[in-house]
Each structure stands twice: as structure tokens, then as C-alpha cells.
């Protein structure tokens, strides 16, 4: 079996997210979230070491990623767009891309 996209969810991500991603099978293994009390910089460590895709609508992350290819992948939503869109545009990307293509990749929902 091909490796699976594993996601890191940031504190900003509504749970629903998370629960809808489960129920379409989109989720292998669950996603993980950090203590919320760790900065950026720790959860997109943490997110590098576990190979997982940083699921967030903080800017500071695009600047941390902009001109760095040392980051698992980052999946960017805007404030305004729904859970709908959202969980779409992720069940879209764990459906077509693999994590070495999302490696070191910015996709904008």
C-alpha cells in the first residue's frame, strides 16, 4: 500500500473538520494537534518529524515555508471559506497527492 497523507492539525482548525475527514476515510491515522499552548515553530517541527501536513489558516506558517522546502506540506485555508470547502479541498489532496509530493508544497484550498 502507498504511503498515505497524514495531516497535523493547527489550533485554528475547527473539530469538525477533523471528525468529517474520519468519517470519509480520509484520516490515517487520526490527525494529531499539539498542546495549544506550543508556538508555530514547535508544531511545524513536530509536524516535520512525523512526515505530517499542516492543516492551518495562520499566515505565519506561509512565511515560515516561503523559500524552505524543509517542511512536510502545508494545506492553507482562508477565514472565509467553509467547512465544506475545507474538508473538500483536504479529502481532495489525501486523494491525489502523496506525501512526497506535498513535501516541501503550499496547497491553497
Not at 515553530?41 to 513536530?46: D, I, K, R, S, V
Not at 512525523?50 to 482562508?78: K, M, Q, W
Not at 475545507?86 to 491553497?108: C, D
Amino acid at each position: 500500500m502507498a504511503d498515505l497523507i497524514r495531516f497535523h492539525l493547527d489550533e485554528h482548525v475547527d473539530p469538525a473538520v477533523a471528525n468529517a475527514l474520519r468519517r470519509a476515510g480520509s484520516m490515517s491515522p487520526p490527525p494529531m494537534r499539539l498542546v495549544r499552548t506550543k508556538d508555530d515553530q514547535a508544531q511545524l517541527n513536530f509536524a516535520r518529524a512525523e512526515g505530517r501536513i499542516i492543516v492551518t489558516r495562520d499566515r505565519d506558517f506561509l512565511r515560515f515555508a516561503h523559500g524552505s522546502e524543509e517542511h512536510s506540506g502545508i494545506a492553507f485555508y482562508s477565514a472565509n471559506q467553509s467547512l465544506r470547502e475545507i474538508i473538500e479541498g483536504l479529502i481532495l489532496v489525501y486523494g491525489v497527492m502523496s506525501p512526497a509530493e506535498m513535501a516541501g508544497h503550499i496547497e491553497y484550498l
